[in-house]
């Protein structure tokens, strides 16, 4: 049986500032799930766990993809921390390590002042994480599935893989790609992923907020025009610039999107809060891409 | 005897010691109740018990108050500890340390309280960035709130969060402005409203935007139809620009709700 979508899937680089990202997609989360401060604590703890390890391992210091993915299920959350490590060196280095570890308790000896010895992480994990597993999907790579028994309710995964291809839809490459179902879950968590971005992009903590109020005008109006039920978001982020990409829409919404933002006499919200919007055509669907500069 | 030499000189030797070095210290600690031996191991193992706690350093209680609750795991674990059964110490203490920090939050009821730290916090990020701004003549960035505060980025994203955090109003809820927010700005800008021109509209839209209160209104027109910054609209109201950004957020959400309400009733 195919594996069922995820609610969440981020793809990023396994950079540290991203798995600051991977933190703020979890409050967003939380938020929207009304999980507890104490939980919460414990999901991201063992999740930057996850996320250090592709950081710092799973490359053997190269840049490399980094995805996580959260589905939501009845009484749990299960997210995944996948990397796509692959040749020996990666291996042995990075993923094997890793999953080594679970089997050696780790030398006493490293421990080193203020320096957390190698395998700290994983014990970390075991103790917070309600199920812990390891994988070696076909495709290459690690990934470590973590499961938390929470008092939430199930949610609508995304019913379609087009929207997790967003990337390839766009022209340029992205830094972060969201793809996030249902869209109550984006009200709470695409606000987070894309303030955290624009501080990336040394905004100003003014044009911070225009970019949350963006965010949030995208999360309420999306449902219209987004294929699969899902809304699919790839960030680049340059100087004092940050661009979203939104794909796949269906034909024609793009631009019904960027009407429905007309708010009352203020005129369309999104006009006055963006620099640049772009409406492309890719095969049977359309892309909107919204530029935001901080040009103070 | 070997063990006699060793036993001379434990001070020196408890930060560069070797496995054996431990178990020595471990049955003369929990045999003999040795306090020099104790005193050896909580010296190994702290750098091991602050970076656990230091995991938990985005939470919003004080460092030092977590670093308290894992040191009280760490003692729990030296004590407990059973070098007979081959796991290494730091395998065994892991696990004790971080269950002692999820007791520690669960028992002081931590999702009920209003988190203190991240209070704090919000407001010190809030009066940084009313002092930058006025030194600066425009708003900070993240970064250099981060080095002013000596935050790292995370810490003072969260926190710009924490005072955005709002929740979807529902149209029987107490208009905002009540006892904590409305009285540095309230009555002075309602003249402001004479401005507002009526445009060709659908009758059920406009209905929407009387429904937001009048300073909100306000604040919508400047930033949305004169086009000022938050700041600037900040400066004319006299309220911080991070209060500007939650009521903004909070009123076009308000009008999204009144709009899509009033459209399907029209459409029932």
Redesign the interface.
Known sequence: MPEPLPNVRLQLLNTPENV?LV??ML?GLA?ALRI????L??I??AV??ACNNVVLHAYSGDPGPMEVDVHIDSGTVTVLVRDSGSGIGTRREGAQAFADDAEE?????A???????P??GL??I???AHKVEFRRPPSGGTEVRMRFSLPVEALDPCSDERGLATLALSETPSTAMFSIAPLSLARTIL??LV??LA?RA?????????A??LA??LA??AAGAISGGQLSVGVNVGPREIELHIAPLTSGAAQHLLEDFE?????S?VE?LTDRRHVATIGPYEALTLGLRDS? | MVSASTTATPSLRF?R???ND?TLLFTRWQRERDPAAHEALVR??M??T???AR??D???EPFEDLLQVASVGLLKALDRYDAERG?????FA??TI??EM?RY??DCG??VHV?RGDQERALKVRSA?ETLTNEKG??????Q?AVYLELD??Q???A??AT??YETMSLDAPRPGGEDEGTSFGDSIGHEDER????E?DAT??A??EHVPARERSM??M???E?L???EIAARIGIS??Q??RL??RS??Q??AL?RDSVSEVAR
């Open positions: 600051v933190r703020g409050m938020e507890g401060e104490s939980d604590n414990d991201r703890t930057t766990e308790s780790f030398d006493v000896s421990v080193a002042p203020d320096y957390p010895p395998g700290i014990h970390v075991e103790t917070l606000p987070r303030c955290a501080a040394h905004f100003s903590t003014d044009r911070i907020s225009d949350q109020l949030d005008a309420a109006h708010l009352d006499r203020l005129g919200v006055k103070r | 930060d010691g070797s496995d431990v190994r193992f750098p091991l602050r970076s656990l995991r938990y985005r939470s919003s796991h290494s110490f730091a395998s892991v696990p971080l269950g999820r939050f669960r931590w999702s988190p960035q425009h708003a900070p960035t993240v970064n709130l980025t995370e003072v994203i969260d710009l969060q955005e955090a507002y021109e009526l445009v509209l839209i406009v929407a935007l919508l027109h930033r949305f139809v086009e910054t938050q700041t620009q991070m500007v950004s903004l957020r076009l959400d009008l999204r709009t």
